[in-house]
């Protein structure tokens, strides 16, 4: 198993450009999450879904958008970059069996200038 | 505001020293406890856990961790760490019980980086 993928590894982006960081997993985890890393500040959860069709906000969702249309994708959209979402990006999943119990991905660089 | 904190930002120690991490969290009822390690240049990895039960947990690679219940801490211990112990930590809670939201939901701390010195 592959577990958590992501891509890509590293962007770069132009303020105001969009781009989605695409994320999946092939463990048939039910739960996955988005979070935001930036130094010295720990990861913040930006969204979460508990299954195929259903998302919810996580502590920092302005700026972003999500949809989970399968089990093994979770999209993460930005659509007007901004400074601020220069960070890096961490997909996680989780099952449902142990839901709090998480696997995450390489995560996604991202810097916007 | 609940939170999760890990007081040392930064730690050196020599290999063979004893390591001891802090973490604090703030909501007073019943919590999951986690502790995650990222190597350089790789995503978290899963260290130890605590749901329930003997307080002293033990998880990989000789860590192990103390749940003291009336401190609100749960500390990051290993008897002597190696130079491949390098990494930053983080301590992490799970929100669900604070927040509501997913049960899976995680409150972490700002992590902590550990240098070993060969």
């Known amino acids: 198993n592959a577990g958590v993928t992501q891509t890509p590894k590293f962007r770069i982006l132009k303020i105001g450009q969009s781009m989605t960081l695409q994320c999946t997993q092939d463990?048939?985890?039910?739960?996955m999450y988005w979070y935001r890393q930036d130094p010295g500040m720990g990861l913040k959860l930006i969204y979460y879904s508990v299954g195929a069709g259903i998302t919810d906000k996580g502590e920092v969702p302005n700026g972003y958008n999500v949809s989970r249309s399968t089990t093994e994708d979770f999209p993460l959209r930005l659509e007007l970059a901004a400074p601020s979402q220069t960070s890096v990006y961490f997909c996680?999943?989780?099952?449902?069996?142990?839901?709090?119990?998480?696997?995450f991905g390489p995560g996604t660089r991202l810097l916007v200038l | 505001a609940q939170s999760v904190s890990q007081h040392n930002h930064h730690v050196i120690l020599s290999e063979a020293a004893s390591l001891e991490l802090g973490c604090n969290y703030s909501?007073?009822?019943?919590?999951?406890l986690f502790w995650y390690v990222q190597y350089p240049g790789q995503h978290l990895q899963l260290l130890l856990k605590?749901?329930?039960?003997?307080?002293l947990v033990k998880g990989i690679k000789g860590f192990e961790a103390e749940f003291i219940k009336s401190k609100f801490s749960f500390n990051l211990r290993k008897p002597s760490v190696q130079w491949s112990d390098t990494a930053e930590y983080f301590c992490a809670v799970n929100s669900a019980r604070i927040y509501g939201g997913s049960q899976g939901n995680l409150i972490f701390g700002k992590g902590t980086k550990l240098s070993v010195k060969p």
């Open positions: 996680a999943s989780s099952p449902l069996v142990k839901v709090e119990t998480q696997y």
């Open positions: 909501y007073g009822g019943t919590v999951n």
């Open positions: 605590y749901f329930s039960g003997d307080p």
């Open positions: 463990m048939n985890h039910n739960y």
